[in-house]
């Protein structure tokens, strides 16, 4: 029954986040919170408008009222629009800057983290059941790697395993950040779907990595690991683990229902180089638990021959069973670390492998990041520097594999990595330089 002349000047007084929420209230409140009077005042608090224009037709300035000229023939809500545009713009704009420098060592963004923090980007999972209902889960414990982000979530309160059917990965930024404050969870803001799993029978259908006494793991690509109770067969935990390689777009760019697509490479043709597309590779190679680093290492120079290109793969070699002079040790004990509110523990020969590999330009041309584990192989080692039990690693996707051997010794305690090796989709190597092989 509140006149709306007297609401709008009670919205006058509002910030912009609480006039955005306001309006969410129901239609009359949505209508006279999307004032272009308001709007207009709150907008040029923060880009002071141009009071002069320019005519082109006619050698002579004009000076407009401000309050006459922005608010004629405006439809409304349009100076609400504009701030909401010009806000999103200059946050993108910083966000950029902070990403533009690139580690010569990684060939990645060195300010990532500068990045997240200054666009106040999180990260939730969505739990979808049967019916339809959805469970938002925003408790995280965020970690940073040299080429990814750690993301994990844990609850008391987790919904039943069996009655789940997807899960959805979402980058979340408020449409607002306010660099001196935390951003608020009830204010508004961006969902960008950066990934979508299916939790049917999820035993069934998804690789085990590992167990302890109280967890077992289960990998579903791209980069989640779901932790489940033994005991119960419920959820423990989820982690995520993103390569920092078109992080922010990927978290930022896409909506709440599209993932963001990547702008495809432009190919540079070389009639000249016979072999183009097959040389010149770097690898740079991230092995860890979440916690600690067993392996980080650079490869360079890594190419391939015409007669290696087979079933639609391009090998590269890294590690040769044949030269034990590259042959790499990992530090430590290898395991991927968890925690929950309650518990927490570390599963044996399970861990996270982050793969960056350059082009001879040092682009990005292949990356991830992505929970693994060793596997115990019936073969017996054939190395005579390296007696004992030999394991392996295999991951693949739609790119690429990258097949792993390790050999345990015993006497030091320390596993070897004997045989590396990484297969490129032919797919992708034609995509990527314009070539047919």
Same mark, same amino acid.
């Given at each position: 029954?509140?006149?709306?002349? %007297?609401?709008?000047?009670?919205?006058?007084? &509002?910030?912009?986040?609480?006039?955005?929420?306001?309006?969410?209230?129901?239609?009359?409140?949505?209508?006279?919170?999307?004032?272009?009077?308001?709007? @207009?005042?709150?907008?040029?608090?923060?880009?002071?408008?141009?009071?002069?224009?320019?005519? %082109?037709?006619?050698? $002579?300035?004009?000076?407009?009222?401000? !309050?006459?000229?922005?608010?004629?023939?405006?439809?409304?809500?349009?100076?609400?629009?504009?701030?909401?545009?010009?806000?999103?713009?200059?946050?993108?704009?910083?966000?950029?800057? @902070?990403?533009?420098?690139?580690?010569? =060592?990684?060939?990645?963004?060195?300010?990532?983290?500068?990045?997240?923090?200054?666009?106040?980007?999180?990260?939730?999972?969505?739990?979808?059941?049967?019916?339809?209902?959805?469970?938002? %889960?925003?408790?995280?414990?965020?970690?940073?790697?040299?080429t990814s982000v750690i993301i994990r979530w844990c609850s008391t309160n987790w919904p039943c395993l069996d009655i789940l059917s997807t899960l959805k990965l979402f980058g979340v930024? /408020?449409? @607002?950040?306010?660099?001196?404050?935390?951003?608020?969870?009830n204010g508004p803001r961006r969902h960008s779907l950066i990934a979508e799993y299916h939790l049917a029978n999820l035993t069934e259908n998804s690789i085990a990595a590992g167990a302890?006494?109280?967890?077992?793991?289960?990998?579903?690509?791209?980069?989640?690991?779901?932790?489940?109770?033994?005991?119960?067969?419920?959820?423990?935990?989820?982690?995520?683990?993103?390569?920092?390689? $078109?992080?922010?777009?990927?978290?930022?760019?896409?909506?709440?229902?599209?993932?963001?697509?990547?702008?495809?490479?432009?190919?540079?043709?070389?009639?000249?180089?016979?072999?183009? !597309?097959?040389?010149? =590779?770097?690898?740079?190679?991230?092995?860890?638990?979440?916690?600690?680093?067993? *392996?980080?290492?650079?490869?360079?120079? *890594?190419?391939?021959?015409?007669?290696?290109?087979?079933?639609?793969? @391009?090998? *590269?070699?890294?590690?040769?069973?044949?030269?034990?002079?590259?042959?790499? /040790?990992?530090?430590?004990?290898?395991?991927?670390?968890?925690?929950?509110?309650?518990?927490?523990?570390?599963?044996?020969?399970?861990?996270?492998?982050?793969?960056t590999l350059l082009d001879g330009t040092e682009k990005p041309f292949l990356c991830f990041s992505a929970p693994v584990y060793m596997e115990l192989s019936s073969k017996a080692s054939?190395?005579?520097?390296? %007696?004992?039990?030999?394991?392996?690693?295999?991951?693949?996707?739609?790119?690429?594999?990258?097949?792993?051997?390790?050999?345990? &010794?015993?006497?030091?305690?320390?596993?070897?990595?004997?045989?590396?090796?990484?297969?490129?989709?032919?797919?992708?190597?034609?995509?990527?330089? !314009?070539?047919?092989?």
């Open positions: 029954s509140m006149p709306s002349e %007297m609401l709008m000047k009670i919205f006058s007084y &509002l910030d912009v986040v609480s006039l955005l929420s306001v309006g969410c209230v129901n239609k009359h409140f949505y209508h006279l919170a999307n004032d272009n009077g308001i709007w @207009l005042k709150i907008y040029s608090s923060c880009f002071p408008p141009k009071r002069v224009i320019w005519k %082109m037709k006619s050698e $002579q300035t004009e000076t407009v009222s401000l !309050g006459c000229a922005a608010l004629r023939d405006r439809e409304s809500g349009y100076w609400k629009k504009e701030y909401i545009f010009k806000q999103i713009a200059a946050v993108k704009t910083r966000v950029m800057r @902070l990403v533009k420098p690139v580690d010569l =060592y990684t060939g990645l963004p060195c300010r990532n983290r500068e990045a997240i923090k200054a666009s106040g980007l999180t990260w939730i999972i969505v739990l979808k059941d049967k019916n339809g209902k959805e469970h938002v %889960m925003e408790k995280t414990n965020i970690s940073f790697k040299d930024m /408020p449409l @607002l950040p306010d660099q001196s404050r935390a951003p608020s969870k302890d006494k109280l967890v077992q793991l289960f990998s579903l690509n791209p980069g989640l690991l779901v932790g489940l109770w033994k005991e119960k067969n419920e959820i423990a935990f989820v982690m995520a683990s993103l390569h920092y390689h $078109q992080l922010i777009e990927r978290s930022t760019l896409g909506s709440a229902t599209v993932q963001y697509a990547l702008p495809p490479n432009k190919p540079v043709l070389d009639d000249v180089d016979s072999e183009y !597309g097959l040389h010149d =590779y770097s690898l740079h190679l991230d092995m860890h638990g979440g916690s600690c680093t067993y *392996l980080c290492g650079t490869f360079k120079s *890594l190419f391939c021959r015409k007669g290696d290109i087979a079933n639609g793969y @391009l090998r *590269l070699t890294v590690v040769s069973l044949k030269d034990n002079t590259k042959h790499l /040790p990992l530090t430590g004990t290898v395991g991927l670390s968890w925690e929950t509110d309650v518990f927490k523990g570390n599963v044996k020969d399970c861990y996270v492998m982050d793969v054939s190395l005579y520097d390296y %007696m004992g039990h030999i394991y392996t690693t295999d991951y693949a996707d739609s790119e690429g594999k990258v097949c792993v051997e390790l050999v345990w &010794l015993e006497k030091t305690k320390e596993y070897f990595v004997v045989n590396l090796v990484l297969y490129i989709s032919t797919k992708k190597i034609n995509n990527w330089y !314009g070539t047919n092989y």
